[in-house]
């Protein structure tokens, strides 16, 4: 959030209303009635004390306005972006998206994103209340993983969604290749996970931070040193899975952000897919799984390094 603007001058004329000067003064950036709401809930002083818009100045005195930012746009354009529906019914739907696409919109992200898309698909979408920025996303993916990630068309499904994820019960299973081989061939990975404090781009592994678990198991290993590993997730924290694997020595192959300096397979995304996802269906109740090949970039790499 931005923070509120301080602005400071001292008057020059005479004879002139406090609201008048701090309009000729802002010029268009504030209206007449924006800055006598400012005046009445006390964030205009003139000479550090409280007074009421049509009141007239002497001349000399020092106004102070503290301005709030403004409020934060919550619209999101619908954008007919081609999607990979797996699923879909009157409650939810479930797309398998590519890497490259942004879920919801954010800094630098406002237009082209998941959101975008399912509004175009689904209008109905537009009336659900919870994070209007992320109406219908139950869950997220990195902009870079590709994979299963499931919709909300109403907000009754969201609720009931949502409170499956707290809870627990739904079964998310990532595929993953490792720069190198864990210690052990399975195991589970317990370490809270926070913003990092010396880059705001990042996570890491924090005592303070949520509470993260991830368990791993290698499916297949290569001459080359790499694995593959298969990630079930118990947890959703932002950059979960890659911070994890970061953690214990054996970063993601592809991830510029955690993992080694020079990538030894050429590949422009991390190697991290949703490859499978399972829930019960918010009206029905019946359990629900659904399966997502790895698409064609990654399932080269494998192919290379195999031969």
Request: overall charge positive.
């Amino acid at each position: 959030m931005t923070d509120p603007t301080q602005i400071e001058f001292t008057v020059s004329t005479p004879g002139e209303r406090l609201d008048k000067i701090i309009v000729a003064r802002l010029g268009d950036a504030l209206t007449r009635t924006q800055i006598q709401t400012l005046i009445r809930d006390g964030s205009v002083t003139v000479n550090g004390e409280r007074i009421k818009p049509g009141i007239k100045l002497k001349g000399g005195e020092t106004i102070r306005l503290v301005v709030p930012p403004p409020a934060e746009d919550t619209t999101v354009a619908p954008e007919p972006i081609t999607l990979n529906v797996v699923y879909e019914d009157e409650d939810i739907a479930v797309i398998d998206k590519p890497a490259g696409l942004v879920v919801h919109p954010g800094a630098g992200n406002e237009t082209g994103t998941l959101v975008n898309a399912i509004l175009a698909r689904w209008s109905e979408i537009a009336q659900i209340s919870h994070a209007p920025k992320r109406r219908g996303i139950v869950h997220r993916l990195d902009k870079d993983t590709s994979g299963l990630i499931l919709v909300a068309r109403n907000g009754r499904a969201m609720h009931r969604l949502m409170a499956q994820f707290q809870k627990r019960t739904v079964e998310k299973i990532y595929l993953a290749l490792l720069e190198r081989a864990p210690r052990t061939p399975t195991g589970r990975v317990e370490a809270p996970i926070a913003r990092d404090p010396t880059s705001r781009r990042k996570m890491s592994v924090q005592r303070a931070g949520r509470s993260a678990v991830s368990e791993f198991e290698v499916i297949e290993r290569f001459e080359t040193g790499q694995v593959l590993v298969r990630v079930r997730l118990l947890t959703g924290r932002t950059h979960q899975i890659r911070v994890h694997m970061a953690f214990i020595e054996a970063p993601i192959v592809g991830d510029s952000l955690y993992g080694f300096r020079r990538q030894r397979v050429r590949l422009k995304r991390q190697f991290l897919h949703a490859a499978r996802l399972c829930f019960d269906h918010p009206t029905t109740s019946e359990r629900l799984c659904f399966d997502s090949p790895l698409p064609p970039e990654l399932a080269t790499v494998l192919t290379q390094l195999r031969t």
